[in-house]
Each structure stands twice: as structure tokens, then as C-alpha cells.
């Protein structure tokens, strides 16, 4: 063993140069007598971004910042007189990426007889460890500017209730100091009242035990003495290293104050629906009955608790025949339509029957939608009615018995009788017609002139013949047709038309239709990004579009009924060409990548994807040459391995493969004391066996050539080192792993930046993310979003990343798209502190309304506008409930057939409706 460790340690010394300049992480520099480069390091090649040639010679002022150039002369110059050395010495040195801060150890060399040599130099690249230091610096800051700016009062407090930091709006609202609410208990304040202050003591076991308290609302008193509500939401964090607890405070006292508004609201509305003079119901989405006023018991002869719970159908209130005016009706409410009036006979519960006149609307309520029906007697008018349409049937049932379609209008064209063969090819249903649909509104828009005024000259009396327009369909499809029409008198009054309707034969339609479908045929292949052929079965091009054509770097005109080998003659014997012709004898697809060389020698690459059609074959290409020379280019990336190092006080250990320490340099040495010829596992890391984990162990087990991995080390005082190794298998000359060497790099103190600045930004992301509030930043000048917390996507529906992409204006609405941008300068210049209700277009295009604000702040040496959105649309509903059952009343009390008043308790009329002003 003893002679393979020297033979080893022998080697090592030999090389030590090598290892020096290879190996080491640091830069590692000498200048001879004149400044001069007379050695440098890989990883100094490296970092100066120039090669070792170059550097060689040049001297070591050129890439000093010429602001330090002074300081690193008279540092030399202490050296050379003081025949010492200097530690940590920081100058700035020139890379590629520009001015980095190295710190310097220098060391001045001089000959036996006293004479300077010249100096060597290592460096260590602080870069990385300054910027995780100011990534710290700037997160506390953060956290600190959003405490201070957000709308909503913040309160950390401690497990037993203690309040440890408030926020600046804590003070401004609740009017209290921040000095008279630090280091009290929160029962002690007047954040809440007695009632309240019990269930955030409650709450406040609960968070002790761990548990999640969901948003709660409490009563609490302004610092003006007025009644406010609060939305509290909790939550455990740490603050300051210890547990503490995070709540935040939402004015909700509008949303409560509307909600009351609402109730009230909706109790005159009852009242005046119980005393209507009509039958009123409503009824729930599946038609249900959920209520109902005294006439609607009247003319039913039902009772209330009678109808609750069932439907029209179900409770047989109406005739089967009915069954369909009913089920329009509520189709149309279901669509948000008003239906109606509608004539209904209804069978009440004693078999009598009556006729009604019946609409019905649907209305929001609750959040949900009611149909609500209105109905009066009519029973008198509809014996009238029947008798006029028993003479008018006759006619109608000829008119049924015709193949063509038969019609009938009024003066001003809305038809008012249609056979079922109209129907049928129109394609409008018997309801359609009901419900008014103009003669005209049957024709296709540029016949309508024309077949107006054919309509006056027929009621003029002026017999027109057959006249040919083309009849637009209930579903936008159009068919030709020839029309009769004669004028219809009654009494010697003439009250409108009647025509007959004969279709023209379909071989016109099916040929135009044959044209369309071939051009666009065509049009859609010739507009193709990818190459489209289609080669007959005597190997002519049939068709090729422009991309097929550029594809094969000739002019269409000149390949069309060209053979394709006369063509591409370099095809033949080629693996492309057995395809084609396996596909056009054997009639199947094929897909395949192929290399195609042009006449010129040039080469590309295209996937084709081959089709047999009628004609032959269809083949569709695209140039992946791009694609190809990308991955190629990969692919040679790939083979290329490069060691990166950084640190300069790095541990370098040679170790055998049974695990022996064969050579360690002197920054270990330090570290462990002399381990040469003792087992790595228990001298490195004070183990029994080899570590879990071990990148040495990789190497030996899989023949890797590298391995790096992080790993906490005990040192021989008792401390705990963060080492960054980096193990790398060394070969013999027939390649077969005979150890391994690591180099261990101290990153104790970066884990430990890493560490505070992970404990930084999670208060800072606990307020960001927990914040009830959408929060943006806009930099000034612009309107793209720079950062948005995670209830901005709640609010927007959009995910971070979209948003960030989106600039401020997309989230509103076209129309909204002018005052929102007045809005939004005017807070800019600080003339607008808040807009209150802005519609927020959301992406699944719904609106949801928020407060918006945006204030001033500095963040990371940068200046943002930070906008603050706070979804108000619960309270915002809540106002439109209020309106709409405002609007209920007021319709219902207008439009009632009896006069009504509303007067005040003196006896003054504050209201009235429609028949009260025709009454007075």
C-alpha cells in the first residue's frame, strides 16, 4: 500500500502544475518582474474570456477597472518592499460580462540572493455572494414597502395575542398609534367589540394548535365612532425567526350596509305582489312553483301550499293541447326572455275551466334565477275568438291538402297563415310564425327591395304573375323559388295578402354547390404554408401548389405533366423513390424524413407525408432543414463537457478506489490534519462506511467521469462546513478508472445568505400571496404588468405568467377602454386616489368590479406604480339586487290595472302608478 501511495503522491507532485492550472477553482496568476502574465490558470482563462496566448505577456493593468489601477500598483509595490503578502485584497477585474469584484491574495517572489522574481496571485470571484447579499438587502426592503403601503390594516401578533408590528393603514383607520398598540395584548385595544373579541380569542387558540381559521367577519368601531364591519384573515407565519400571526383587516361594511338595503327592499316587494289585482306566481327554473299570490288561489281554486312543488304540467292546471304554448313560454325564459302574453285555458280544481292571458319574465334573485308569471281573465274574449277561427279553419285545411307552400299576410306583410309545407322548407316551426315574422324577412336581403314593392303593386291590385326571389331559410341556407300572390278582401276591405310558393328545381343549387366546393378546394390548397403535390399514376405532376414548387427549387409551370424522374433524375435507386412506388402500387399511406439533394449539389431535409387519392398520390412536405441543423448542432453540443469552478479556497483529495486517501493538498491539510493512507469516510466525514451519497463511489460504481454534489462536513473543532464537491474519475493509459480525485468547494457562507434570504422573502410572499387584494407593479411610462400575487390570477382568471404578458388596459372591456385610461393617468398624477367599481374583464370574458389604487413605491432601486384591486362584486351584486327589486316595484306598481299610491305617514303621495294618473 505504502509504495502505491508514493507512487501516487509522486505523480500528483510531478503534475502539481497541471493540477494547479486545470483543476483549481480560483484564479491562480504570476507576473514576472515587469507586470507581465507570465502564468495563468484555466479557470483565469476562463474568467478574462481570452486566451492563454494572448494573456501571456500582457500585463496585468490592462485588466484592472482604472479606478483601482492606483490602489493594486501601491499594493504591488508593499509587496516587493516588505518582501510580505497581502489577504483579501478586493480590486475589480475585466470579463466578457464586464467589471467583477475579485479578492486578491498575493504573494512577492524573490531569488536566494534576495532579488524580486515577480508575484503570484489567486483571486476568488465575490460576485455571486455580493449579489445574495443585495437580493437580501432588497427583500426585507420589499417586504417593508408593501407593509407600509397596503390599503387594508395589517396586524402581526405573537401565539399569546401580543401585537408586534401594525401597519401604517392600521393606524389611519382605526385612529390609533403605532406606539399605543406595539406590546399590547389585542383584547386590550378597540380594534373590536366584547362579542367579536371573544371569537378572535377563539380563533386565536385555534392558530396556536396549528390549525387554519378561514376569513371571518367582525364588528368594530372607526376612529370617527361610526359602526364598521371587518372581513379578518389569519394566518401563522414567522417574524423575526419566532412564530407569529399575520391578519389582515377588509372593510366590508358597505357590502353589510347593502345586503340590509336589500332585505327591506325585498319586503315591499311581497306586499305588493300579495295585493296585486292579477295573478301572480313564481316559479323556479325547472318550473316548479315556489310561490304565488291570493288571485292566482282565486282563479285556480288551488291553495297556495297546493301549487308549491309542483308545475303546470304536473298539476294538469292546463290542457294537454296547451302543453306546447306552455313549454314555448318557459323555453324563452330559460333563454333570459320575456314570453308572452299567451292565451292559456286552465282547469281549476273544481274541472271548470277559464281562459287566462298570461307573461312571464325571469328575474335574478338570490343569485339565482326566478320566472315570474302574470296572468288575467279572458274568458269572455276567447268565446269571441273561437267562433272566428271555426269559419277561418276551413280554408287552412285546403291549403294543408296542397304539395306547394300556401301563405297569407296582413297590410303590412307579417304572416298570418302558413301550410306545414312551408315549414318544412323553410325550416321555422308553426311557433316561429306566431310570434310575427315578416313575409319580407323570408327573403334573402338584396331581393327584399324589389319584392316590396311587387307587394305594394299587388295590393294596388296589379296582377304580377309568377315573380322568382330566393327564400333565406330559418338556418341561413337560401333556396330559389317562383311566388303568386293576389290581395285578400274582407267585407270589401282589403286586409292583405295570399300566394303560393313553388320551389325550383334542385340542379341548379347542386351545381353551384359542386363549383363553390371546388374552388374552395383549390384556394385552400394553393394558400398552404406546406408543400402540396398530387403525382398521377403515370408519375406526371397532376397538381403542385407554390410551397411544393419552392420545395423543389423549380418553377410550377415548368414541373406540371412533367415525369418526376425527368424531373429529379438524382432520385433514382433512392429510398424515397421505393416509397412512392410501394405507395402507388400497394394504394396505403407512408410518412418518412428524407434527405433530398438538388441539382446544385445542395442539400435539404422534408418530412412528406404520402396519401393515396383517386388521382394517384397526394404528397404533403415540409422543410424541417432548420430543424434538422439545430439538432445536429445539439448533438455536437452534447459531446462537450466543461468543469466550471468559482471558489478559491477549494479542498483537493485523491482517493484509491478501496476508499484510501492517497494525496490531499494544504487547504485540507488545515482543515484535518494529516489522513494520508487512512480510509476517506471516517477522516473526511467521521463515518463508519462509505457516506451515502458519495460521489466517488458513483464514479467507481458506474464509470462516470464526473460527479458534483453539496454536503454538510464536521470540521476537527466541532463546526459544520457547507462544501460543494466535485469528484472526477482519473484513468490509466487504458482508460480504466484507477481513483478519483475531489475538490471540495466552502460555500458555508453563501448557505447561510441563502438561508436569511429564504427567510426574508417568505414574510415578504406571506403578505404578497396571502394579501386579500390583487397587487401589481407597473413601471412608470409603460402599462405591461412587471409582477402580479397570486390573487390577481383569482381575480383575473389569467395565471401569472399570462398576466405578465398582458399589459393593464387588456383587462378591460372595449367600451370601458377610454374612462379607464383617464382614470389611470389621473391616478398617475395623483389628482385620483381610488376608482371605485371598475369593471375587470376576466379571460373566461365574465366581469367581476374592483376598487382600484395605485401608489408610488421604490423596489429594488427601481420606481413602479403598484396598483391594489379589491373585488367588490359581492357587494356590487348585492346594489344591483336592491336596484332590480327597486325596479320590480316600481314595474308592477306602474303597469297594475288598478289605480295605486304610495303616501308617506303625513298622508303625502311619493308614488303612483299608470291608471292612478288616468284616474286624477
Not at 479606478?67 to 509595490?77: I, V, Y
Not at 396549528?210 to 371587518?230: C, L, M, N, R
Not at 483537493?652 to 493512507?677: A, C, H, K, P, Q
Not at 478519483?740 to 404578497?768: G, V
Request: proline share 3%; hydrophobic share 40%; glycine share 6%.
Amino acid at each position: 500500500m505504502k509504495t502505491v501511495r508514493e507512487s501516487y503522491v509522486k505523480r500528483l507532485r510531478d503534475n502539481y502544475l497541471l493540477i494547479l492550472r486545470t483543476l483549481m477553482h480560483d484564479l491562480i496568476v504570476s507576473i514576472d518582474t515587469d507586470g507581465s502574465f507570465a502564468f495563468v490558470n484555466d479557470a483565469a482563462v476562463k474568467f478574462f474570456g481570452e486566451s492563454r496566448k494572448k494573456l501571456i505577456g500582457s500585463h496585468f493593468s490592462d485588466y484592472i477597472h482604472p479606478d483601482d489601477l492606483k490602489r493594486a500598483l501601491g499594493a504591488l509595490q508593499e509587496l516587493t518592499e516588505q518582501k510580505g503578502q497581502v489577504s483579501g485584497f478586493l480590486l475589480r477585474a475585466k470579463s466578457p460580462q464586464g467589471y467583477k469584484t475579485i479578492a486578491w491574495n498575493g504573494l512577492a517572489i524573490f531569488d536566494d540572493a534576495g532579488n524580486y522574481m515577480g508575484a503570484q496571485a489567486t483571486g476568488k470571484d465575490l460576485s455571486d455572494l455580493l449579489r445574495v447579499e443585495e437580493e437580501l438587502k432588497q427583500s426585507k426592503q420589499h417586504f417593508q414597502s408593501l407593509f407600509d403601503v397596503i390599503v387594508d390594516p395589517i396586524v402581526i401578533l405573537d401565539l399569546t395575542g401580543t401585537i408586534l408590528e401594525v401597519s401604517q393603514s392600521t393606524e389611519e383607520i382605526f385612529g390609533l398609534s403605532k406606539a399605543g398598540l406595539v406590546g399590547k395584548s389585542f383584547l386590550e385595544t378597540k380594534i373590536s367589540n366584547v362579542d367579536t373579541k371573544e371569537v378572535m380569542l377563539k380563533n386565536l387558540d385555534r392558530l396556536q394548535q396549528g390549525k387554519y381559521i378561514p376569513p371571518y367577519a367582525i364588528e368594530s368601531i372607526s376612529k370617527d365612532g361610526k359602526q364598521v364591519f371587518y372581513e379578518v384573515n389569519p394566518a401563522r407565519i414567522k417574524y423575526e425567526g419566532e412564530d407569529a400571526i399575520l391578519a389582515i383587516f377588509r372593510n366590508i361594511t358597505e357590502q353589510k350596509q347593502a345586503e340590509k338595503k336589500l332585505r327591506a327592499s325585498e319586503e315591499r316587494f311581497r306586499y305588493f305582489v300579495e295585493n296585486a289585482p292579477e295573478a301572480i306566481w313564481i316559479q323556479d327554473l325547472s318550473g316548479t312553483f315556489v310561490d304565488g299570490n291570493k288571485l292566482a288561489e282565486k282563479i285556480t281554486g288551488y291553495r297556495r301550499d297546493e301549487l308549491i312543488g309542483t308545475s303546470i304540467l304536473d298539476a294538469n292546471l292546463v290542457p294537454a293541447t296547451y302543453a306546447s304554448a306552455v313549454m314555448e313560454a318557459y323555453e324563452a325564459n330559460l333563454r333570459g326572455e320575456r314570453s308572452g302574453p299567451t292565451e292559456l285555458e286552465l282547469i281549476r280544481k273544481d274541472g271548470s275551466t277559464v281562459f287566462v292571458e298570461a307573461s312571464s319574465i325571469p328575474v335574478q334573485r338570490d343569485g339565482q334565477i326566478e320566472i315570474i308569471g302574470i296572468a288575467r281573465e279572458i274568458t269572455d274574449r276567447k268565446m269571441a275568438e273561437d267562433a272566428l277561427r271555426d269559419s277561418e279553419k276551413r280554408f287552412r285545411d285546403l291549403g294543408e291538402l296542397l304539395p306547394e307552400i300556401v301563405f297569407e299576410t296582413d297590410l303590412e306583410g307579417n304572416l298570418t297563415f302558413a301550410n306545414q309545407i312551408a315549414y318544412e322548407k323553410s325550416g321555422y316551426s308553426p311557433e316561429d310564425f306566431a310570434k310575427g315574422m315578416s313575409f319580407i324577412n323570408l327573403v334573402v336581403p338584396e331581393d327584399r327591395s324589389r319584392a316590396m314593392n311587387d307587394m305594394v303593386k299587388v295590393l294596388s291590385g296589379t296582377d304580377l304573375g309568377f315573380l322568382e326571389y330566393t327564400v333565406l331559410r330559418k338556418d341561413g341556407s337560401k333556396f330559389p323559388m317562383m311566388i303568386h300572390t293576389t290581395p285578400i278582401l274582407r267585407d270589401n276591405k282589403l286586409v292583405g295578402l295570399r300566394g303560393v310558393i313553388i320551389e325550383v328545381t334542385e340542379q341548379k343549387k347542386s351545381e353551384e354547390a359542386l363549383k363553390k366546393s371546388e374552388e374552395r378546394f383549390r384556394s385552400t390548397l394553393d394558400n398552404m404554408l406546406e408543400g402540396c403535390q398530387i403525382i398521377g399514376y403515370d408519375w406526371k405532376y397532376v397538381y403542385l401548389n407554390d410551397t411544393a414548387a419552392k420545395h423543389g427549387r423549380k418553377p410550377k409551370q415548368k414541373l406540371l405533366g412533367k415525369k418526376i424522374l425527368e424531373m429529379y433524375p438524382q432520385i433514382k435507386g433512392t429510398k424515397l423513390l421505393k416509397v412512392l412506388t410501394k405507395c402507388m402500387k400497394e394504394h396505403v399511406p407512408a410518412k418518412l424524413e428524407n434527405e433530398f439533394t438538388f441539382s446544385d449539389g445542395k442539400k435539404g431535409w422534408f418530412e412528406l407525408s404520402i396519401e393515396p387519392v383517386p388521382e394517384g398520390l397526394f404528397i404533403l412536405s415540409i422543410d424541417i432543414t432548420d430543424r434538422k441543423e439545430v439538432e445536429n448542432a445539439l448533438h455536437r453540443e452534447r459531446e462537450m463537457l466543461e468543469i466550471v469552478t468559482s471558489n478559491i479556497n477549494a479542498g483537493l483529495v485523491v482517493v484509491s478506489t478501496d476508499f484510501t486517501v492517497l494525496w490531499i493538498n494544504d487547504v485540507l491539510r488545515t482543515y484535518l490534519g494529516d489522513i494520508e493512507g487512512k480510509p476517506c469516510y471516517s477522516t473526511l466525514n467521521q463515518n463508519d462506511d462509505v457516506c451515502q451519497g458519495c460521489g466517488v463511489k458513483e464514479i467507481f460504481d458506474t464509470g462516470k467521469d464526473w460527479v458534483v454534489h453539496e454536503q454538510a462536513v464536521p470540521t476537527p473543532q466541532g463546526d459544520t462546513i457547507w462544501l460543494e464537491v466535485t469528484a472526477t474519475a482519473i484513468r490509466n493509459k487504458q482508460g480504466e478508472i484507477v481513483a478519483a480525485s475531489e475538490m471540495s468547494l466552502d460555500i458555508t457562507e453563501r448557505k447561510k445568505t441563502e438561508l436569511e434570504l429564504k427567510a426574508s422573502l417568505q414574510r415578504f410572499r406571506t403578505i404578497f400571496e396571502g394579501a386579500t387584494d390583487g397587487i401589481t407593479a407597473v413601471k412608470p411610462g409603460a402599462q405591461n404588468f412587471s409582477f402580479v400575487n397570486p390573487r390577481m390570477s383569482e381575480i383575473t382568471g389569467y395565471s401569472s405568467e399570462e398576466l405578465l404578458k398582458l399589459d393593464i388596459f387588456d383587462l378591460m372591456r372595449q367600451e370601458d377602454l377610454s374612462s379607464a385610461k383617464e382614470l389611470y393617468a389621473n391616478m398617475l398624477d395623483g389628482k385620483l386616489e381610488t376608482a371605485r367599481g371598475m369593471p375587470i374583464l376576466r379571460k373566461d370574458k365574465s366581469l367581476v368590479y374592483c376598487d382600484v389604487s395605485f401608489k408610488l413605491m421604490k423596489i429594488s432601486d427601481q420606481t413602479y406604480f403598484v396598483g391594489f384591486l379589491r373585488d367588490v362584486t359581492e357587494q356590487k351584486i348585492a346594489e344591483d339586487k336592491l336596484r332590480e327589486s327597486e325596479q320590480r316595484f316600481k314595474h308592477f306598481l306602474f303597469n297594475a290595472p288598478e289605480a295605486i299610491w304610495v303616501q308617506d305617514i303625513s298622508g303625502t303621495f311619493i308614488d303612483g302608478n299608470k291608471m292612478g294618473e288616468e284616474l286624477t
